[in-house]
């Protein structure tokens, strides 16, 4: 292995703005490369397609909580505080756990987040979204984040957990302090208010998600979420189907007002939304990287073997615009058939709350383009920054005149 000093340095100021032209140069030179994030961690990050999708369905590529103990491993000795636990997170939910506990809390919470459950928001996804694009007039220059990404997803979230109307407001404002911070307080103080929730519904159950993952068992009644397991799923629940869901809207519509001839071709043909949806996700990942995973065994991907005990991150992004499987990937063609994506993910650990992405990207979108039909950028497309996140791909703001 190289001397590490000279390793690249992955997740500088540089990388979050132009993150794919980065990752292109990565791929383009080999399936995997080693890098170092700021944190001081050694990673491999996987940029192929078909490497990418290699790595996610392999038995021998891990996630469990033995994460720390290998991160520590692979901290670079001139690091200053480097803390390896940040990639384990708020453990004991299913991303960070592998078979069989993975399978076990998969089936648990799959019974009670099914596409039933999905669909039946449909009339009330839209609802949200006509009562958020009711607010403004055409012409009006807002930040479409704030407008619609945020609270969209963050509505749809917390109705369907059963937060109840009183304390949305406090839920809201605990997510966005989580999602702004990444801090270990916020986490726990978004923990707390899971814990009481729950306390709350087990007294008396209702309809909603978290009443069914409370009362979600195998057949014997034996096997129910423990008090940690529902207080992690549902914190999992609502970072992952927040964060993204944002990003998805944001970064398509972006993504269609720089492209306007697919634009005016969508605005044309209102049944090429579906698939559109599919095209930005492919095009603009809102999730950049996956959560990290580890080997125990070394791994071969193509003339790169990643030796066991290494931390590796997937990148989504560059995956998805891998010319070997999507030729002319950097260009946005709302007709062309993105269904092969991995904005996903893939594997045992794809995206549970995929269909309702989906839902909300296809209403968010389509209301928009509705509402607003001469939609366009209030500032250049240069002045846009993207936020310094690892995991997530997503603007700091979108400045739209409506
Ligand atoms: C997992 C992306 C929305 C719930 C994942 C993973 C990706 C992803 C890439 C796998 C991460 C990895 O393997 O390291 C997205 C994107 C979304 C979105 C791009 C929006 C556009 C949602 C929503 C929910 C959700 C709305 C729920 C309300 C989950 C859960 C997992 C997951 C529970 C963990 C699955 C497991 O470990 O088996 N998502 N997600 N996601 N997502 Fe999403």
């Known amino acids: ?8 340095m992955l997740f500088t100021a540089e990388f979050f703005q132009d993150s794919h032209r980065i990752e292109a140069a990565m791929r383009e030179q080999a399936p995997a490369t080693l890098v170092r994030t700021p944190a001081g961690l050694r990673v491999w990050v996987v940029t192929r397609y078909a490497e990418a999708r290699a790595v996610l369905s392999d038995p021998t590529v891990h996630k469990g909580p033995g994460i720390v103990e290998v991160a520590r491993r692979n901290v670079e000795a001139d690091a200053h505080g480097a803390e390896a636990e940040f990639v384990a997170g708020l453990g004991g939910h299913m991303l960070a756990s592998d078979p069989p506990d993975h399978t ?3 089936r648990l ?9 999905v669909e039946a928001m449909r009339p009330r996804v839209e609802e949200i979204t006509a009562g958020l694009l009711a607010a403004h007039r055409p012409g009006d ?3 479409l984040l704030d407008m619609l990404a945020f609270p969209l997803p963050i509505t749809v979230i917390s109705e369907l957990l059963g937060v109840p109307g009183h304390d949305q407001d406090r839920f809201r404002a605990l997510s966005n ?11 726990a103080a978004v923990a707390g208010y899971l814990t ?7 007294a008396d159950l209702g309809d909603d998600l978290l009443s069914a993952l409370i009362d979600a ?6 096997d129910r979420l423990s008090e940690h397991e529902l207080v992690s799923m549902a914190f999992l629940l609502m970072a992952a189907g927040f964060e993204t869901t944002v990003n998805l809207i944001g970064n398509g519509v972006l993504a269609l007002l720089t492209h306007p001839d697919q634009l005016a071709a969508l605005r044309a043909d209102r049944a090429l939304l579906r698939g559109a949806v599919e095209e930005l996700l492919r095009l603009q990942s809102p999730v950049d990287m996956t959560t990290y995973r580890y080997t125990t065994e070394p791994l071969d991907l193509g003339a790169v073997r990643i030796p066991a005990d290494a931390l590796v991150l997937v990148s ?8 070997a499987r999507f030729p002319g990937a950097d260009t946005l063609d709302l007709t062309r058939p993105a269904g092969g994506h991995i904005a996903f993910g893939h594997g045992i650990h794809h995206c549970l709350g995929a269909p309702l992405a989906r839902l909300e990207g296809e209403i968010a979108i389509g209301g928009l383009l509705d509402a607003f039909p001469g939609l366009s950028l209030a500032v250049p497309v240069t002045e846009l920054a993207w936020r310094p996140s690892a995991i997530v791909h997503g603007l700091e703001k979108l400045p739209v005149v409506l």
């Open 1 to 8: 292995m190289r001397p590490t000093a000279t390793l690249p």
């Open 104 to 106: 076990r809390l998969r």
């Open 109 to 117: 919470v799959s019974r009670a987040f099914t596409p039933g459950r």
């Open 141 to 143: 220059r807002v930040d």
């Open 177 to 187: 302090e989580l999602v702004a911070t990444l801090s270990p307080d916020a986490a």
């Open 196 to 202: 009481e929730l729950i306390a709350a519904k087990r």
């Open 217 to 222: 068992h195998d057949g014997d009644d034996s």
């Open 316 to 323: 989504l992004g560059a995956a998805n615009r891998d010319e």
